[in-house]
């Protein structure tokens, strides 16, 4: 249906022409994609065949796996490349879900018929091989799917599968999530599997704590985050449930740190995206990217990659689309789906949840929100060498919070194709970090990255702030700092006294309006260079937007905990940058530009 030539989206059509549309959809899928009974033979090239021939949509990144897969076929069992493709192997584990796997959702008591696409992350993760010793090839994988994907089902069957059925004597298994209750949902679907399955109760012994295998002395328990030790662990699985509410690699790196003493190990890693940008999913995501795109150059070649998303939120109200990210979506209640979007993406708070969770997309945490997740992800990607610097005189900003808590400094450098680079760095008393026992595992990669300094003490003492600003101004020669005057009586006599061009920053709409626009506006066009600044990550997706009634806007946080400290300190810098920029790119035109024309 169209108006004018314009295409109507089904989403906008009535409940009765979106039942139509859903059975059409269904219908068109049914039996070769949408499959109502086990597959007679492994379909994991199938599958990767259909996204190759695009009979299928496919994000970029299903597109760039299945390439991976094909080329790696091509050259399976060669001197550069000792793994081959064992069917066999990788239909075991899907056969013995089939076999013994009841779906716990939808209350039919049937067995679970595994999907092509479901297809292609078991069979590679179980199929790939060493041509001599027949040990798997890969040792990780990440599996990015929206929710009700059957993750659970998925994680429950290759659970049981591994603990009694891979022939490791003594296997441990950990289901693993950021919390407590999350990781028992987990364990408990899996004992529902496991007690629906006669084949599996005769076999497997379920307790309150732990599953057994007696004929192997295997175990599956649940663990997570908040819970576990450091130790005493003799891990042959860890399968990691919603790694995007990690903070940190500490339950990660116990888990593989345990795996020293089995031959073939596995992890997986299963989830939707997330707000958490620096946690261990984002930097996941970007090597992931790294990998797919150049898998020529044999990186990261024993962890096995399946990242389902939507490729832009331009396609998020084309539902033909909706199967890039949800590789399940005809087998679903897609009918439902369409009604609730319908009247969810009117609702800021619902719209986001459905970016994030179903879409798969790295989304902004509100609808005012400063910068989404994957402008600053963008942004974090850009890189100079610090040697490109030496001849650019930046101007710093600072912003000084009460004396307990976060201070930051922010050099921004105007570099001469027209992006900037940001150079920042933040204090914190001790006392903070004890305080938040949470984010230490943070504060110290923070540290240790050099983007944090820990004051001893209660308060942060100015003269760290100073010598820091001594310090960079000897490599670059700062030409002009740039400062709210609230709580710098100190600092700011200090730098006058050293010598230093200071300029007050007025914290208000008039002053920080344009720049503020002007940053933003850099930022979604990718000229904002800040070599991954971790920290800095963590301020701009904390910033959401205020606006007075003129329409003008400054950044404000989004609650006491989530600081934006240096954010700010570079929006006062950028104060003095922006209107260089605008009189750059007018420059060859007869125009005078203030910053009020902005």
């Known amino acids: 249906m169209s108006v004018s030539g314009t295409k109507i989206s089904i989403i906008e059509e009535s409940y009765a022409r979106q039942e139509s549309w859903w059975k059409d959809y269904v219908d068109k899928y049914r039996n070769w994609y949408y499959l109502t009974k086990p597959s007679k033979m492994l379909l994991t090239n199938y599958y990767a065949e259909l996204i190759r021939d695009e009979e ?19 050259r399976q069992g060669t001197k550069d490349f000792p793994w081959v493709f064992d069917e066999e192997k990788a239909w075991r584990p899907i056969r013995f879900i089939e076999e013994n796997i009841k779906s716990s959702t939808d209350g039919s008591g049937k067995n679970i018929v595994m999907q092509p696409f479901q297809h292609f992350i078991i069979g590679s993760l179980f199929g790939w091989v060493h041509k001599d010793t027949g040990l798997r090839r890969f040792k990780e994988g990440l599996i990015f799917l929206g929710r009700k994907n059957g993750k659970t089902t998925l994680i429950s069957g290759l659970v049981s599968y591994m603990a009694g059925f891979d022939h490791e004597k003594g296997a441990q298994i950990y289901a693993l999530a950021n919390r407590a209750d ?22 497997f012994v379920t307790k309150k704590t732990e599953i057994e295998y007696p004929k192997s002395n295997s175990v599956i328990k649940a663990l997570s985050a908040e819970k576990s030790g450091k130790d005493g662990y003799n891990t042959h699985m860890a399968v990691f449930d919603e790694i995007h509410e990690y903070k940190d690699y500490s339950l990660i790196n116990v888990m593989r740190n345990s795996m020293g003493m089995r031959s073939q190990p596995m992890t997986i890693y299963i989830t939707t995206a997330g707000y958490e940008l620096n946690g261990p999913l984002v930097e996941m995501i970007a090597t992931a990217r790294g990998v797919l795109s150049h898998y020529e150059n044999n990186e990261n070649e024993r962890t096995f990659y399946y990242l389902a998303a939507m490729d832009s939120e331009n396609e998020i109200d084309d539902p033909e689309l909706w199967i890039k990210a949800n590789p399940n979506f005809p087998m679903m209640q897609g009918l439902d789906r369409l009604s609730d979007w319908k009247s969810s993406r009117r609702v800021p708070g619902e719209k986001l949840d459905w970016i994030t969770k179903v879409f798969n997309i790295f989304s902004e945490s509100s609808e005012l929100s400063f910068l989404d997740n994957e402008t600053i992800l963008s942004n974090a990607e850009n890189h100079i060498d610090l040697d490109e610097l030496k001849l650019i005189r930046p101007v710093a900003g600072f912003d000084l919070s009460e004396t307990e808590d976060f201070t930051a400094v922010t050099l921004e450098f105007p570099l001469p194709d027209g992006r900037i680079y940001l150079m920042s760095h933040s204090f914190v008393p001790q006392a903070k970090y004890d305080k938040d026992v949470d984010r230490q595992p943070t504060y110290r990669k923070w540290e240790a990255e050099g983007d944090l300094t820990i004051i001893p003490g ?25 400062y709210d005057p609230a709580k710098a009586i100190f600092l700011q006599s200090a730098l006058e006294q050293e010598g230093f061009t200071l300029e007050v920053t007025r914290q208000g709409f008039t002053t920080l309006g344009g720049p503020t626009q002007n940053f933003k506006e850099l930022m979604i066009a990718n000229k904002v260079v800040f070599n991954n600044n971790s920290m800095l990550k963590w301020y701009m997706s904390n910033a959401t937007l205020v606006r007075d009634r003129n329409d003008n806007f400054m950044i404000t946080k989004q609650n006491h905990n989530r600081k934006i400290d240096g954010l700010a300190a570079a929006l006062n810098a950028h104060v003095k940058i922006a209107p260089e920029l605008a009189k750059k790119k007018s420059s060859g035109f007869i125009q005078t530009i203030s910053w009020d024309d902005m």
């Open 182 to 203: 999350q990781s028992r949902l987990l364990f408990e679907e899996t004992i529902k599997m496991i007690k629906a399955s006669p084949f599996l109760n005769d076999r």
């Open 458 to 482: 209660k308060i942060v003492d100015y003269e760290y702030i100073l010598n820091y600003i001594k310090e960079k101004d000897k490599e670059y020669r700062i030409r002009q700092i740039n």
């Open 56 to 74: 299928v949509p496919a994000g970029i990144m299903v597109k760039q796996a299945v390439d991976r897969h094909f080329r790696d076929i091509e």
